[in-house]
């Protein structure tokens, strides 16, 4: 695999990690409403910039929404979606443009059993299932990324993939790469980069993810970060892998500690650190800014 050099490569230094808050509160009182910040993109600002985050996250539209563009209903969603970036690519911050993946709408389309049978039973049934999948993605795509255009590269198509877990390598590389490809094209031909948000254990995904050429991949708590970022090639950012829960239950003490186990964890490398997944508005405060400290403070 050949060496990334994008803007992600350039933005995280080796053994510098940032620290990359995906919902929740801001770290000072702002009345927003919380994680769903396309409605309110000053919200979605004051939080990446009060919590040092090298990137804003844009709102992520509705699986269904994004499964079935031509609906009439949707299609008024993803307007006000794209409304919604070009307002957050005014702030300056380097916007995520969150999308779901081609294997995750397929699933949504067809039901998640049917395209795992299908994956199985009937690989040309599967592949056009997913093709199906990959044109919802690009109905929405180019004109997300060409409202997210920002003086400071880079912007990051974060493209949601939980199915991804669910196959195995030699199905991924037979049913999702080639989609993941395509996707990973549009985006380089935008100035964007790819990251491929991978749920649970998803470990040998990050391979095949790595043959499409993106730029990194975001694991949650399932994943071990130091393997994932073994499984890239050099310059492309792992990001995560805190589950977002033990905001909720673990003391600041434990919380810190997670952090700074990461930045050990990490030495050297291109990390961002992360909860694995959107974090709850009802999440504390002091529990984000213990995780961030530790992150920030050790190594």
């Known amino acids: 695999m050949k060496e990334i050099r994008g803007g992600l490569a350039h933005l995280v230094r080796p053994g510098a990690p940032a620290v990359f808050v995906t919902g929740g509160p801001p770290a000072r009182p702002f009345p927003g409403p919380g994680p769903v910040t396309f409605s309110n993109p000053a919200f979605a600002l004051h939080h990446a910039r009060s919590w040092g985050s090298p990137f804003v996250l844009g709102w992520m539209p509705p699986l269904h929404t994004l499964a079935h563009p031509g609906d009439d209903a949707p299609r008024s969603v993803i307007e006000r979606w794209l409304e919604g970036l070009a307002e957050l690519s005014a702030g300056g911050v380097p916007p995520a443009v969150q999308v779901w993946g081609p294997l995750t709408l397929a699933a949504e389309r067809e039901g998640t059993a049917e395209v795992l049978r299908l994956a199985i039973e009937d690989a040309h049934a599967a592949e056009q299932a997913i093709a199906a999948g990959l044109r919802a993605v690009m109905d929405v795509l180019p004109r997300a990324l060409a409202r997210a255009r920002v003086a400071t590269p880079p912007v990051l198509a974060w493209v949601a993939e939980p199915m991804v877990a669910l196959l195995d390598p030699e199905r991924l590389q037979r049913l999702w790469l080639p ?5 990973t094209a549009t985006a380089s031909s935008a100035g964007a980069e790819v990251v491929v948000h991978a749920s649970g254990r998803a470990l040998h995904a990050v391979p095949v993810a790595a043959l499409a050429g993106v730029g990194g991949i975001s694991v949650g708590s399932g994943t071990p970060l130091a393997a994932a970022g073994d499984a890239l090639p050099a310059g492309a950012v792992v990001f995560g892998n805190l589950d977002s829960m033990r905001l909720l239950d673990w003391d ?16 050297g490398r291109r990390w961002v650190g992360t909860p694995g997944s959107a974090v709850s508005a009802d999440t504390p405060v002091g529990a984000l800014e213990a995780f961030r400290s530790g992150v920030l403070g050790a190594g």
């Open 179 to 183: 989609v993941l490809r395509r996707v």
């Open 252 to 267: 600041e003490a434990r919380l810190r500690e997670a952090g700074a186990a990461m930045a050990r964890e990490m030495p």
